[in-house]
């Protein structure tokens, strides 16, 4: 090993950093413009009274009492956007995974099977949500037609503040191909002679899917959830158009629309975030509701991590 003289040791940790600091320098660019000062100017103007017009000025934690505390809406759209995250989120994983683990064992026809079920995940969102209110359409809609000619009362689907939210999960559940293709290669990539082995010792299906499938996808469901948890967390384009086609009302130029439709059971917490630094121009308040939003995520997702030892260790 060569051995050099302090000074040139020093030019050459220089270098060596400075050649690190290049290669990241793309990711440290992107971070600083994208996330970092975003960030910060969040936490600013979360104390400020700005309008966008007028130059903020300074008010302490009012915006934070107003939204923790006087905001009528901040309840119902927080209590809106956990629950599509729990129950979303949960049911969007175990039918991907249900639907990958269905076509990998398909023998004929695999490819028709895969080709339909991730058509959907193509559509554009404001396209799919579209035609999933049109299907859902109470009286008129195909879908409550073949309900009725089969005896079946449908519900008033996103009509209802009882049934709006199942039928966001019912449009995400439809658009299943994302998840569907990332479970197909991870349980291509299980290792057949582990299976083969499982069957020698006599596991059925149950404890092959136990013992050898679960521990190998573990990490592509951790994958799943944590994304998921983020993506809902950001919920906005389906519950304001679902709720706009919903209400019947006609958008044109100029005219407002509150989102939640109905009863404010599909408000989210970005929704009320738009409405209230766009629509009503009160950018402190928004500032602070994204805050909130951003702490629960972050919470959500630390909380995902330090499970996903529990995870691998019952799939031992």
């Not at 600013?44 to 903020?56: D, E, L, W």
Request: a positive charge; one cysteine or more.
């Amino acid at each position: 090993m060569a051995i050099y003289p302090a000074p040139e040791l020093r030019r050459r940790h220089t270098r060596e950093r400075l050649r690190t600091l290049g290669f990241l320098s793309p990711w440290l660019v992107g971070f600083t413009v994208f996330f970092g000062y975003p960030l910060l100017a969040t936490v600013y103007f979360s104390f400020m009274h700005y309008n966008q017009i007028q130059a903020p000025t300074f008010v302490g934690l009012r915006n934070w009492r107003y939204v923790l505390e006087q905001m009528p809406l901040f309840g119902p759209a927080l209590w809106n956007t956990l629950w599509l995250v729990v129950v979303m989120v949960a049911l969007r994983v175990a039918f991907g995974l249900g639907i990958g683990l269905l076509v990998t064992k398909v023998k004929t026809g695999a490819g028709f099977f895969r080709t339909a079920f991730y058509l959907p995940y193509l559509a554009p969102p404001v396209a799919a949500t579209v035609a999933f209110v049109f299907l859902l359409n109470p009286g008129t809609g195909p879908v409550d037609e073949a309900l009725s000619a089969v005896g079946v009362s449908a519900p008033n689907w996103f009509n209802d503040p009882d049934w709006a939210k199942p039928s966001l999960v019912l449009l995400s559940l439809w658009g299943i191909g994302d998840l569907m293709v990332i479970f197909m290669a991870a349980l291509l990539d299980v290792p057949k002679e582990q299976y083969e082995a499982a069957e020698l010792d006599g596991a059925g299906p149950f404890a092959k899917f136990r013992y050898v499938t679960w521990p190998a996808i573990t990490p592509i469901v951790m994958f799943a959830v944590v994304t998921g948890v983020v993506q809902t967390m950001q919920y906005y384009t389906q519950a304001l158009v679902a709720g706009k086609l919903a209400s019947g009302v006609s958008v044109g130029p100029g005219t407002v629309i509150q989102p939640g439709y109905p009863d404010h059971a599909t408000l989210t917490v970005p929704q009320l975030v738009y409405s209230l630094g766009f629509q009503n121009f009160n950018t402190g308040a928004a500032c602070v509701l994204s805050l909130v939003l951003f702490a629960i995520a972050m919470a959500a997702t630390s909380l995902l991590m330090r499970k996903r030892s529990g995870l691998l260790t019952a799939g031992d």
